[in-house]
């Protein structure tokens, strides 16, 4: 099973926006919606942005969003903040009860 | 809410068998699934498999034949066996509530490191 690919890094300005993909196939992000993002900043434990392709936990910030077409799911962040800064995640269900990660993005903002 | 701590060896022998526990606290280990998951140094995350409190699990299968997770429900801790480690063991561990395999971790542990060298 390879991992989900991810762009390596994306930055932007604050207050701009900006969005992370997330490809996979028919067997993983295509075939379920089953589709979670994470942030991650340096040192720290991942933490919980979307799951189920587009829906946020409580408490985090409208200005995160989630969607997904075909076999690529999408993270979208609007209204870039410093604290934005860092790595993230995508994760899909496969089938079988397994689940697979991203690579990764490098989120900088600018 | 839900808080999670790992806990276990930092440095284990290569070919020997990495253990760690995971403590759940404010909340109860009969719901939900349970899971392990790893990140190398600078890499990327790993699922590593899930456990249930009926001892229902499932594993990576890169990992399968290597690592066994179990529940202690009166405890309410959750743990990790990872046999015949190598260098590529090497990694921040995880554990976290998992939302019955829908890859929905939340919430994490702080993680812990272990380190494989002799």
């Known amino acids: 099973q390879s991992a989900l690919t991810q762009p390596a890094s994306v930055s932007g300005s604050p207050g701009q926006s900006i969005t992370i993909s997330c490809t996979g196939t028919?067997?993983?992000?295509?075939?379920?919606?089953?589709v979670s993002w994470y942030q991650q900043h340096p040192g720290k434990a991942p933490k919980l942005m979307i799951y189920?392709?587009?829906n946020r936990p409580s408490g985090v910030s409208d200005r995160f969003s989630g969607s997904k077409s075909g076999n690529t799911a999408s993270l979208t962040i609007s209204g870039l903040q410093a604290g934005d800064e860092g790595n993230y995640y995508c994760?899909?269900?496969?089938?079988?009860?397994?689940?697979?990660f991203g690579g990764g993005t490098k989120l900088t903002v600018l | 809410q839900v808080q999670l701590q790992e806990s276990g060896p930092g440095l284990v022998k290569p070919s020997e068998t990495l253990s760690l526990t995971c403590t759940v606290s404010?909340?109860?280990?009969?719901?939900?699934?349970w899971s392990w998951i790893r990140q190398s140094p600078g890499k990327g995350l790993e699922w590593i498999g899930y456990?249930?409190?009926?001892?229902?699990?499932n594993y990576n299968p890169s990992l399968k034949g290597r690592v066994t997770i179990s529940v202690d429900t009166s405890k309410n801790q959750f743990s990790l066996r990872l046999t015949s480690v190598t260098a590529a063991d090497s990694a921040m561990y995880y554990c976290?509530?998992?939302?019955?395999?829908?890859?929905?971790?939340?919430?994490w542990g702080r993680g812990t490191l272990v380190t494989v060298s002799s």
């Open positions: 976290a509530r998992d939302f019955y395999s829908t890859s929905r971790f939340d919430p």
């Open positions: 404010g909340g109860v280990i009969t719901t939900y699934y």
């Open positions: 456990i249930y409190h009926n001892g229902k699990n």
């Open positions: 028919s067997s993983d992000v295509g075939g379920y919606d089953y």
């Open positions: 189920d392709v587009s």
């Open positions: 994760s899909s269900y496969t089938g079988s009860t397994t689940l697979i």
